[in-house]
């Protein structure tokens, strides 16, 4: 299993621009989610999906929207980048019900937008 | 979710056991204990998760005290790759309405060789 997938590792943009971050499981998990990291913030939620054609907002949603077309797959798309939306973001994805918890991060991809 | 204290950060010797506590004053009785962790610049990496009873897997070891207001992580013989922010985190076990990982501040351990 190559568990989760994360393209690309590294973007740069200038302000105004779109672009999709892409996240890939192989586990079959129903579960996945968005994360965004920055410094002294921790991690919080942008969206999250409990199975293919299901998503929702998690706590920070503005400015991305995502879908989720098959159950492998979990893109997040940015569509006019900010400075603000400068960070690190993460994709997880897990089992969903009672295995909720157990989840599986993806390396990350670091955004930065001038 | 119940809310969480861990200390900033703590000091481990290469090969010794690492206690990494955690209270959690205010959890309900169906709220479960994990902890998570992340190596610097990695993804977090889930490590375990218990209700009451004391648990045990490849990577460490939990222990909930009895009265489940605080609980102990034990990486029983500590690496230098175990250098790492570790989470504690208390939720229900199931997504429920509230599909959030609340991740805190943690605790940096740092492994000395």
């Known amino acids: 299993n190559a568990g989760v997938t994360q393209t690309p590792k590294f973007q740069v943009l200038k302000t105004g621009q779109s672009m999709t971050l892409q996240c890939a499981q192989d586990m079959n998990h129903e579960y996945m989610s968005w994360y965004r990291q920055d410094p002294g913030m921790g991690l919080r939620l942008i969206h999250y999906?409990?199975?293919?054609?299901?998503?929702d907002q998690g706590e920070v949603p503005n400015g991305y929207n995502v879908s989720r077309s098959t159950t492998e797959d979990f893109p997040l798309r940015l569509l006019s980048a900010a400075p603000s939306q400068t960070s690190v973001y993460f994709c997880?994805?897990?089992?969903?019900?009672?295995?909720?918890?157990?989840?599986?991060f993806g390396p990350g991809t670091r955004l930065t937008v001038l | 979710d119940a809310k969480t204290t861990q200390p900033t950060s703590m000091d481990c010797a290469e090969g010794r056991a690492a206690n990494l506590p955690c209270n959690h004053s205010t959890i309900s009785g169906n709220e479960y204990v994990y902890w998570y962790r992340q190596i610097h610049s990695q993804g977090p990496q889930y490590i375990i998760h218990g209700l009451k009873n004391n648990e045990t897997n490849e990577m460490a070891s939990l222990i909930i005290t009895e009265d489940r207001k605080s609980s102990t992580l034990i990486l029983p013989h500590a690496t230098l790759r175990d250098t790492a922010v570790y989470y504690c985190i208390v939720r229900v076990e199931s997504g429920g309405s509230n599909y959030k990982l609340t991740f805190g501040k943690g605790t940096l351990l740092t492994v000395n060789p």
């Open positions: 999906s409990v199975g293919a054609g299901i998503t």
């Open positions: 997880a994805s897990s089992y969903g019900s009672l295995r909720w918890g157990e989840q599986f």
